[in-house]
Each structure stands twice: as structure tokens, then as C-alpha cells.
């Protein structure tokens, strides 16, 4: 069971949530997903830009297809997503990189995550 927390949500349809998480919790959801050999690569790349960058890492979005009996709590300013299926839609290499760094790099740094609560088929016709 993977958990997403969302802060800062706005909900833009029934099936689909805008908000943003931090790279810890980014790192824990996708840390044994099966990017492809590509993806990694190009995940090298962006790790390396990650922990080198003067100003910190600069800011990127992923979009991830969850499965739709995922459950979603809402606590406080947050919602919290339970689910078993994960689908990286978009920023598939920046999240394959996020998942590499050091704990020392994932502190205080933040993604806008765009989710949707569906199942594939009907993800691929939007």
C-alpha cells in the first residue's frame, strides 16, 4: 500500500486533484517502481543537476495515475491517498531521480503533483 499526502489540493473533477508534496514523501511512493533502463539514465542526469545546483532544486511537476479504489482522507490542510496502482504519467526521470537522492537533499524541497483517481483505460481517453 502506497500513501501520497497532498497539501495545498484543489480538487479539478471527480477524478482528478492538484496539489503539492514533499520530495520524502515523492521518494516513498515511487522508490520501487520500474522505471526503464531510458528513464534512469536520463534520471542520472537530473540527480546530478539536483545535488549540484547552487540554488537548490529547482521546481518541476509529475503527474501520477492512481488506481480508483484508492482512498482519500482528508486531514486538516491535507488529503491522503491510499492505493496499490501507481502510473507516472509525466516526470517519470525526475522522479526516478528524486528517489535516488540522499535524505540530505530530499529536506525541504517540494513538487506540484497533478493526480488521477482512475483506471487506465479511462485515463487514456482523456
Given at each position: 500500500?502506497?500513501?501520497?499526502?497532498?497539501?495545498?489540493?484543489?480538487?479539478?473533477?471527480?477524478?482528478?486533484?492538484?496539489?503539492?508534496?514533499?520530495?520524502?514523501?515523492?521518494?516513498?511512493?515511487?522508490?520501487?517502481?520500474?522505471?526503464?533502463?531510458?528513464?534512469?539514465?536520463?534520471?542520472?542526469?537530473?540527480?546530478q543537476t539536483m545535488v549540484s545546483h547552487p540554488n537548490g532544486i529547482s521546481s518541476f511537476a509529475v503527474t501520477l495515475r492512481i488506481s480508483p479504489d484508492a482512498s482519500i482522507l482528508e486531514e486538516g490542510e491535507s488529503l491522503h491517498f491510499s492505493f496499490d496502482e501507481l502510473e507516472i504519467r509525466d516526470g517519470k526521470s525526475k522522479c526516478a531521480a528524486v528517489s535516488m537522492l540522499e535524505p540530505e537533499h530530499l529536506e525541504n524541497n517540494w513538487v506540484k503533483v497533478q493526480v488521477f483517481v482512475l483506471d487506465e483505460e479511462k485515463m487514456d481517453q482523456l
Open positions: 500500500m502506497r500513501n501520497l499526502v497532498l497539501y495545498d489540493v484543489s480538487q479539478d473533477s471527480a477524478y482528478h486533484y492538484t496539489g503539492i508534496t514533499t520530495f520524502e514523501n515523492l521518494a516513498e511512493i515511487t522508490g520501487d517502481y520500474p522505471f526503464e533502463e531510458e528513464v534512469m539514465e536520463k534520471a542520472m542526469i537530473h540527480k
